[in-house]
């Protein structure tokens, strides 16, 4: 394992947030393993499609190995929030899933955002190693804190400002 692969195996918890205001909130993934905690920065846009994938994934275990017990959906709001210190690792590129059937674990692995300073093979890679009930939590979480955003305009599907809206249906009328 190198300096750019980190595996927290297992961890001890996992879960998404978000910090700031609906329309300039910074998204979060952290997990610990024991006292040790681990955050990356990671889009809205992610965290909606990760805990969409996240049930994908999860039917899809219950497919091929139907003698798992079903992963719990419950999750305790009070313990989902991120905690300090909130110093991320690396922002989010790419994330995936994988499972080991042997030990019954998920792994969540989340690679750092390319950019043009940062070539493929400089990239870090975190692993981190789950239940699947963690994991169906972290997903059922995220789509909670993702839809405590703007509300969305009827008219044209957009968000809403707090201070109003300039809804291009309507002209740009204020609303």
Request: net charge negative.
């Amino acid at each position: 394992m190198t300096e750019r692969e980190i595996d927290i195996d297992p961890v001890t918890h996992i879960t998404v947030d978000a910090i700031g205001q609906p329309g300039q909130r910074v998204f979060y993934l952290q997990a610990w393993q024991d006292e040790r905690s681990y955050t990356l920065l990671i889009e809205k846009i992610q965290v909606q499609s990760l805990a969409i994938g996240i049930e994908q994934f999860l039917a899809e275990l219950s497919a091929r190995f139907p003698e798992l017990p079903e992963a719990s959906r419950e999750y305790d709001e009070s313990k989902m929030h991120i905690q300090p210190p909130v110093d991320p690792v690396f922002r989010v590129g790419e994330i995936g899933l994988a499972y080991d059937n042997d030990r019954d674990i998920v792994v969540l692995i989340a690679r750092e955002i390319l950019t043009d300073d940062l070539s493929p093979e400089d990239a870090r890679t975190i692993r981190f190693w789950c239940t699947r009930s963690q994991l169906r939590a972290l997903g059922n979480w995220g789509l909670e804190v993702a839809s405590r955003g703007r509300p969305i305009c009827p008219q044209c599907g957009q968000p809403m400002e707090p201070e109003g809206h300039f809804c291009p249906k309507k002209n740009g009328h204020k609303h």
